[in-house]
């Protein structure tokens, strides 16, 4: 039975951009553009060309660059943000505006001093108007996770009506459970007319944590795009990883869901972006952390040089990492000494191991790791010859 694609939106380079001091150059945002493209996304969210000239310039000079993703620049449902968002899209081979509003009682009343039909004329006429510059218009009903459902839905099918091929149904604060935002995406697909014309887009923040399950939450229940960044940098505590949404719909294949996207190249293009933006990755992130396949515990250790999957569920190499990581600490057990012992050059025999093994765990209570140097002093002061 064939895979659903799930379409991969990157928007690192514009929501994970507006994390405080990750400003990016014209040039860094080219380099991170084309890796992304490389990498296999089906679209790139490049800026919000109406926010200032260099974003403009940036989102201009990635919609010449990019060869195959689709290119995408965000406006608010304003007439001139959407014309400046199609001057700065006119050079791109696939084009894509995405506009949109809020649609919560809280911003409608409180962001807009307005009422549901007016904000629903305004989200059509958007549509409607940048329709005019492409023909694939994103519409997104910001803070949607604290939307009514029937309200939304009626959202929803005004803004199909208008032209929209994507519906973006954002989880802008992060408060939304996964049961809750799969049945909003599932209701949203029973009950909105015309829905099979549109893709419903699930966009994810982290602030309780549960940006990646909410996203596949939503791709479980119909969605069939998944909007996140590399690293899942973003506003606040940020926006869903791209890596671990990607890598839990290629290790759960019961799903039945599957991207483009090139798993291979997930630890380096994390590495880049960690480089440019000056954001550094937590060493315990999941799929790209430099923890995520490091084993510290001599139960894990052992397991792991016996059989790598007995606590490994991704090999290393899928992603783009050369190999597990033993590490020696205080906590590892005979196995991983004898195991990274051999790797720099001594086969242990069993006396030797019960003889060098006490002060190893001597040496280790002294340090917080054990490094390879470390071991060559251990074998020096007791005597054991490079095999």
Do not use: W
């Not at 999941?286 to 515990?297: I, L």
């Not at 991983?336 to 006490?358: F, S």
């Amino acid at each position: 039975m064939a895979k659903d694609h799930v379409q991969i939106f990157d928007t690192t380079l514009r929501d994970g951009e507006q994390v405080p001091g990750c400003k990016l150059n014209t040039e860094q945002k080219l380099v991170i553009a084309e890796r992304l493209d490389i990498l296999g996304v089906d679209i790139i969210e490049a800026g919000f060309p109406v926010s200032s000239p260099g974003d403009f310039k940036s989102v201009e000079a990635i919609a010449k660059l990019v060869k195959n993703a689709t290119v995408c620049g965000l406006t608010r449902s304003v007439e001139n943000d959407i014309k400046v968002a199609a001057e700065a899209l006119k050079h791109a081979v696939r084009p894509r505006i995405h506009t949109g509003i809020g649609t919560s009682d809280s911003h409608i009343k409180f962001k807009f001093n307005s009422n549901r039909d007016a904000i629903i004329e305004r989200a059509v006429a958007a549509v409607k108007y940048a329709k005019g510059f492409v023909e694939d218009v994103e519409f997104y009903a910001e803070d949607a996770g604290r939307t009514d459902n029937e309200y939304l839905a009626r959202v929803c099918e005004a803004v199909i009506k208008a032209g929209a091929t994507v519906l973006n149904i954002p989880d802008t604060t992060g408060y939304c459970l996964p049961d809750e935002y799969g049945a909003k995406i599932k209701y949203l697909k029973e009950n909105v007319k015309g829905i099979e014309k549109a893709v419903l887009s699930c966009h994810c923040h982290n602030d309780l944590g549960l940006a990646t399950a909410n996203s596949i939450a939503g791709a479980i229940n119909g969605a069939r795009q998944i909007e996140c960044t590399i690293n899942g940098i973003g506003e606040r505590a940020g926006n869903t990883s791209l890596e671990e949404v990607v890598m839990i719909m290629k290790q759960h294949p019961n799903l039945n869901l599957d991207t483009g996207v090139n798993t291979k190249l997930l630890y380096s293009t994390s590495q880049m972006v960690q480089e440019h933006m000056g954001m550094f990755v937590q060493a315990n992130k999941a799929v790209v952390g430099s923890n995520a396949f490091a084993h510290s515990s001599g139960i894990h250790q052992d397991g792991v040089i016996k059989n790598r999957e007995t606590y490994e569920i991704m090999d290393p190499a899928d992603v783009g990492v050369t190999e597990s990581a033993i590490v020696l600490t205080a906590r590892s057990g005979r196995a991983a000494l004898a195991y990274r012992a051999k790797n720099v050059g001594y086969e242990l025999t069993k006396l030797e191991l019960d003889t060098i093994y006490p002060k190893f765990l001597e040496y280790a209570d002294t340090k917080k790791e054990v490094v390879n140097e470390d071991i060559h002093v251990l074998m020096e002061q007791n005597n054991i010859k490079l095999s």
